[in-house]
């Protein structure tokens, strides 16, 4: 979160700029590129260890307690 707050401060909204926009963060930026290298692995990671729990809940049997299971599939859909 706190990496894609900083992107944040030097990212521009306007489609004709958003190429140079990246490429602004990674080369004036200071430690621009560390900071997208690490918001894209975060991320990454994050959905890894999500799937992981899906598959853990699917492992052992949640998806027979229906509500609870469905309000997983909404958190996930809302997640995406």
């Given amino acids: 979160l706190l ?3 900083f992107l944040a401060m030097h990212y521009t909204a306007d489609t004709s700029l ?3 926009s990246v490429a602004n ?3 004036d930026v200071q430690y621009g590129w560390l900071l997208r290298t690490m918001h894209a692995n975060g ?3 994050f959905f890894i260890c999500i799937y992981l ?3 853990r809940g ?3 049997g949640s998806y027979f307690y ?3 299971w469905n309000i997983g599939v909404m958190l996930l ?3 995406m």
């Fill in 3 to 5: 990496t894609g707050l």
């Fill in 66 to 68: 229906k509500e609870t």
């Fill in 43 to 45: 991320a990454s990671m």
């Fill in 53 to 55: 729990h899906i598959g």
């Fill in 25 to 27: 963060i990674c080369r």
């Fill in 77 to 79: 859909f809302l997640l």
């Fill in 58 to 60: 699917l492992f052992y």
């Fill in 18 to 20: 958003a190429f140079s």
